[in-house]
């Protein structure tokens, strides 16, 4: 198992409530960063134990009120940020659909959950890295959906997971001169609390079989790849898109 020094870096992990966001804060954790985690949903209990170095707040990531609060107190407490993760995100299966027929209050809320909060994060935690010296670095969760349309569309979580791809790539451009690198991680089919639909021996073992590497995704090949993207060893690399898919990008 691969791992990572982190001590003495300050990071903030959105959706960290559940899933990959819980899992990479607890990555993070566990190779001795401080993290201040953020997500709607109350603190997991796997966060549990970490004193200090954990600072958890709950909050609408949509609101820039909240965002620019939470993220100002966490830099001031913490004497800047080193990582940003945006993980939060939202997949509404019944409610997202195709643009032709869905309710467009929908795309509007799916719109500010998955792409104007990363735009919030991102633009709150600048200063804080730009304070540490040491430069910084951001990954940001999209999806291998947003490279091909579906037969069964969800086109509000597509259309705005491709606007984190490349908002991730503009801040690269922008933010390289100071240090500050930005890719993005597009998961594959990957067992979270959203995807509830898998909901049978049968379903999960056809989607397994469907991923050339015969397996579905975790939440921890999430963290790992996020954690490699954070760390040194990747210092030369940014605005990239990370396909973690078990292959899946071959079949499409």
Known sequence: MISYDFTGRHAVV????????????????????????IDLKPQPDTLAGFGEHLTFRRGDLSDAGFVEK???EAGEARGGIDYLANVAGVLWFGRDKSVLEMDMDVWDQVFAINLKAVALTSRAAVPYMLKTGRGGAMVHFSTVQWYRGDPKPQDAYQASKA?????????AMQLAPQGIRSNAICPGMTLTPLQARWDSDEVLKAVADYAPLGRIGTPQDM??????LFSDAASYITGIELAVDGGLLMRM
């Open 14 to 37: 959105t959706g960290a409530g559940g899933g990959m966001g819980e899992a990479i804060a607890l990555a993070f954790l566990k190779s001795g960063a401080s993290v201040t985690a």
């Open 70 to 72: 939470t993220i100002a």
């Open 163 to 171: 606007g984190v791809c490349a908002l991730s790539k503009s801040l």
């Open 223 to 228: 963290a790992n790849a996020a954690l490699f």
